[in-house]
């Protein structure tokens, strides 16, 4: 069964300009987040999808120091990005990542696409009801799904974040069109925890936890330590969850 990974990376960000290149100790964000991806043991290919601005030749030149394939296509169409870096390996399943999560845990990873298999669904994920920090998104769906959305996903906010289209039209949400489910946490009580980064207090929030605890650990462990030292959590928790994705969705309504 073939599996692919894509995590989506770019340089160009209003809020931290080249965020996915910041180092910490000798490694960038992009390569932790790689490093920690491919402990997955479902995984079987790696994808970073960048933009073809030339700006972003150097996320291409980070991948192959990487070892992992890069596919450059639109920067405002990431449906469409996703879909042509696999149009012709046709996947059974496609991962869904952002590269602004560093942290993520590819044990995790594992858990979310066993249970896309063991329910047999179109998509699978843990964000349908955010039960995870936010940090630790993983999206899980078919390739078929993702053509689905790919010919008929038509607002801004579906084809920028991907996904939507999906969500919005399947059982999670009473729709018929795909198949889904929620992969839920046993540690809800580190729902709020932001492990992500988009402003500069998240970057020192992530160097925080890797001082602490190194880059290795689960991701359980740093939410753990953000929940129990005020001085950190303090630093990004009033930053609004999927700010992108509300931005999308006004402009949406404005069209």
Request: hydrophobic fraction near 35%; glycine fraction near 4%.
């Amino acid at each position: 069964m073939k599996i692919v990974a894509i995590t989506q990376a770019r340089t160009g960000s209003s809020r931290l300009p080249n965020k996915v290149l910041k180092t910490i100790g000798e490694e960038s964000l992009l390569e932790i987040q790689i490093n920690r991806i491919k402990i997955s043991k479902k995984i079987t290919d790696i994808i970073i999808a960048t933009t073809v601005k030339v700006e972003d030749e150097v996320i291409e030149k980070e991948a192959q120091r990487l070892g992992v394939a890069c596919f450059r296509g639109s920067e405002d169409d990431v449906l469409d990005r996703f879909y042509q870096a696999v149009k012709l390996s046709k996947p059974d399943y496609v991962v869904r990542l952002t590269s602004d999560c560093p942290l993520l845990d590819g044990h995790l990873i594992d858990e979310v696409v066993e249970l896309a298999l063991i329910e047999n669904v179109d998509y699978c994920s843990n964000t349908l009801d955010e039960t995870f920090p936010d940090g630790q998104d993983i999206e899980v769906f078919t390739f078929e799904a993702l053509e689905k959305a790919w010919l008929n996903a038509k607002l801004i906010s579906e084809r920028e974040h991907v996904t939507p289209f999906i969500k919005n039209n399947s059982t999670f949400h009473k729709e018929e069109l795909f198949k889904a489910t929620n992969f839920y946490s046993e540690f809800a009580e580190y729902k709020d925890v932001r492990m992500t980064v988009d402003e500069p207090e998240d970057f020192v929030v992530i160097s925080k936890m890797i001082e602490e605890f190194g880059k290795e650990e689960s991701w359980n462990v740093y939410a753990k330590y953000y929940v129990e030292n005020e001085s950190v959590g303090s630093l990004n928790s009033c930053i609004v969850r999927n700010e992108g994705y509300i931005k999308s969705i006004k402009e949406d309504l404005q069209k």
